[in-house]
């Protein structure tokens, strides 16, 4: 069983910058891919960005790319997102996910149903 907690979220004015964290425990980090995804309210949760097991491979929705950077650091069982260049459209509740199916897999996915764990999400807040 793979728990996640996020954390780093909060308010910033737009063109501003925040890093969110999620912490894994319970499972081997350096085996399976993860992403982040957002919400918005009234709307689904969306893929934002995606990063394989070994760091190696990327993925960044279009509305993120050349703004957000997704890594992971293996020896600290976490993952993180750089946001950059803040907008009020990207204000939402920001989630990590696990796909942990199968293990060592270069190909990073952006469908939420592709990621069997949650963590509980982090809000940001882009104010203007």
């Known amino acids: 069983q793979v728990q996640l907690v996020e954390s780093g979220g909060g308010l910033v004015q737009v063109g501003g910058s925040l890093r969110l964290s999620c912490a894994a425990s319970?499972?081997?980090?350096?085996?399976?891919?993860m992403g982040w995804f957002r919400q918005a309210p009234g709307k689904e949760r969306e893929f934002v960005a995606a990063i394989s097991w070994s760091g190696d491979n990327a993925y960044y929705a279009d509305s993120v790319k050349g703004r957000f950077t997704i890594s992971r650091d293996n020896a600290k069982n976490t993952v993180y997102l750089q946001m950059n260049s803040l907008k009020p459209e990207d204000t939402a509740v920001y989630y990590c996910?696990?796909?942990?199916?199968?293990?060592?897999?270069?190909?990073?996915?952006?469908?939420?149903?592709?990621?069997?764990?949650w963590g509980q999400g982090t809000q940001v807040t882009v104010s203007s």
């Open positions: 996910g696990a796909d942990t199916a199968p293990y060592y897999s270069s190909y990073v996915k952006s469908v939420k149903s592709a990621y069997n764990y």
């Open positions: 319970g499972g081997t980090f350096n085996r399976y891919n």
